[in-house]
């Protein structure tokens, strides 16, 4: 398997404050049915830090049975806990997940050591392709590039990196620094073209979610090397991707729109809250000016 186009970040849906399989089914399928080359159940915009382990586990279960090997299902099961990150891998592993996204340490603040040490650990328990993933504005630390090269150097099952710092520069380093083959992945809807235009290979997006027929074509315009469709699809769906991550944290917005398209209930676990009311007209207008409402 490889890291290659179009991942959406699948939200999860509550009901009740309980896991909303139904819902979860009809979102699967309708990304399946918008071209997505994949799913990544229970990341940030999953809500993963407010999951109990065994919802987190059944998020991704429910996944893998619901995608039924149509699309890539990359289990998130990173942690700031080694040996909880391994524990969930090797369950979502038994489970038949294609791959793992993992995230970088988050609160402990390790050095780049102790990152290394992290993800090496992981590596050695686990024979799923693993998609690291670097954002700085959550854990608090990067993963630096040297740490990349030498995990992608002594690691045969690291194999891609979702970059999520809002660096272009920082793609061209990792360009430079680590062996062909290994993928990086956009974690920034809006910085997709840029991204790809230095080297990375695909995206993993939030605004899929409501609009994966439309990311996938921005995605393979911009592989493809049609850069003229590619600006034309950016500079028309950029307002989306913006107004999904700024009128309030990932994933607020987003859950949100999904709630008024009638996809899911507004259940958000605390201690997020839903998206302020006032915002609500701003949320309406925007998804009805893509046709999304």
């Given at each position: 398997m490889?890291?290659?186009?179009?991942?959406?970040?699948?939200?999860?849906?509550?009901?009740?404050?309980?896991?909303?399989?139904?819902?979860?089914?009809?979102?699967?399928e309708a990304?399946?049915?918008?071209?997505?080359?994949?799913?990544?159940?229970?990341?940030?915009?999953?809500e993963?830090p407010?999951?109990?382990?065994?919802?987190?586990?059944?998020?991704?279960?429910?996944?893998?049975?619901?995608?039924?090997?149509?699309?890539?299902?990359?289990?998130?099961?990173?942690?700031?806990?080694?040996?909880?990150a391994?524990?969930?891998?090797?369950?979502?592993?038994?489970?038949?997940?294609?791959?793992t996204?993992?995230?970088?340490?988050?609160?402990?603040?390790?050095?780049?050591?102790?990152?290394?040490?992290?993800?090496?650990?992981?590596?050695d328990?686990?024979?799923?392709?693993?998609?690291?993933?670097?954002?700085p504005?959550?854990?608090?630390?990067?993963?630096?590039?040297?740490?990349?090269?030498?995990?992608?150097?002594?690691?045969?099952?690291?194999?891609?990196?979702?970059?999520?710092?809002?660096?272009?520069?920082?793609?061209?380093?990792?360009?430079?620094?680590?062996?062909?083959?290994?993928?990086?992945?956009?974690?920034?809807?809006?910085?997709?073209?840029?991204?790809i235009?230095?080297?990375?290979?695909?995206?993993?997006?939030v605004?899929?979610?409501?609009?994966?027929?439309?990311?996938?074509?921005?995605?393979?315009?911009?592989l493809?090397?049609?850069?003229?469709k590619?600006?034309?699809?950016?500079k028309?769906?950029?307002?989306?991707?913006?107004?999904?991550?700024?009128?309030?944290?990932?994933?607020?917005?987003?859950?949100?729109?999904?709630?008024?398209?009638g996809?899911?209930?507004?259940?958000?676990?605390?201690?997020l809250a839903?998206?302020?009311?006032?915002?609500?007209?701003?949320?309406?207008?925007?998804?009805?000016?893509?046709?999304?409402l």
């Amino acid at each position: 398997m490889k890291y290659y186009g179009l991942y959406t970040a699948i939200v999860t849906p509550f009901k009740d404050n309980k896991v909303d399989a139904e819902a979860l089914k009809a979102l699967i399928e309708a990304q399946i049915a918008g071209g997505v080359d994949g799913i990544v159940p229970v990341g940030t915009t999953g809500e993963s830090p407010t999951l109990s382990h065994e919802e987190h586990m059944e998020v991704i279960r429910l996944a893998i049975e619901f995608a039924a090997g149509r699309c890539q299902v990359i289990a998130g099961t990173g942690s700031n806990s080694t040996i909880e990150a391994i524990e969930m891998t090797k369950e979502a592993e038994a489970m038949g997940a294609d791959g793992t996204l993992q995230v970088c340490p988050y609160y402990n603040k390790p050095s780049q050591e102790g990152v290394y040490r992290h993800f090496k650990a992981i590596a050695d328990a686990t024979s799923l392709p693993i998609l690291l993933y670097s954002i700085p504005g959550r854990s608090g630390i990067e993963i630096a590039v040297d740490t990349v090269a030498r995990l992608a150097a002594d690691c045969p099952n690291i194999v891609a990196i979702k970059e999520a710092g809002g660096s272009v520069e920082r793609v061209n380093q990792l360009v430079q620094a680590l062996p062909e083959g290994f993928a990086i992945l956009s974690g920034d809807d809006g910085l997709t073209v840029p991204f790809i235009s230095c080297g990375a290979v695909g995206l993993v997006s939030v605004t899929s979610n409501v609009a994966p027929a439309e990311m996938k074509a921005l995605v393979d315009a911009a592989l493809s090397g049609d850069g003229k469709k590619a600006l034309k699809l950016q500079k028309k769906y950029y307002p989306l991707m913006k107004g999904l991550m700024s009128l309030d944290g990932n994933p607020v917005p987003i859950k949100a729109a999904m709630a008024l398209r009638g996809d899911m209930s507004w259940d958000i676990r605390m201690p997020l809250a839903p998206l302020a009311e006032s915002k609500h007209g701003i949320l309406t207008d925007l998804l009805k000016s893509y046709n999304l409402l």
